[in-house]
Nanobody, 119 residues
Framework: QVQLVESGGGLVQAGGSLELSCVAS????????VGWYRQAPGKQRELVAR???????NYADSVKGRFTISRDNAKNRVYLQMNSLKPEDTAVYYC?????????????WGQGTQVTVSS
């Protein structure tokens, strides 16, 4: 079973930055698109950024211009650089492989990493 481990979250003031990291067991990321999702209290999980195996990226409108997704296939890691953070970015952030429609592919999720942005 593939394991996903997210890290890098924390408490930051509005306008600050954080970089999240996700590592997967095995080589599951190498040939798949990978996405960063987030889930705020009382809300559904949403896809915020996606990167294909070839490095093409897509972002939700709410984070476009502020977040950057990248990948290191040699390390089997995917990153999310988050700048100009806003209180509405507060959520638990998760990674998963993702299809072209934005749906997650792996049935199990990691523990996520909490991001809290204070105003």
């Amino acid at each position: 079973q593939v394991q996903l481990v997210e890290s890098g979250g924390g408490l930051v003031q509005a306008g600050g930055s954080l970089e999240l990291s996700c590592v997967a067991s095995g080589n599951i990321f190498r040939f798949n698109a990978v996405g960063w999702y987030r889930q705020a209290p009382g809300k559904q999980r949403e896809l915020v950024a996606r990167i294909t195996s070839g490095g093409n990226t897509n972002y939700a409108d709410s984070v476009k211009g502020r977040f950057t997704i990248s990948r290191d296939n040699a390390k089997n890691r995917v990153y999310l650089q988050m700048n100009s953070l806003k209180p509405e970015d507060t959520a638990v952030y998760y990674c998963n492989t993702v299809n072209s429609g934005g749906s997650p592919l792996l049935p199990s999720w990691g523990q996520g990493t909490q991001v809290t942005v204070s105003s």
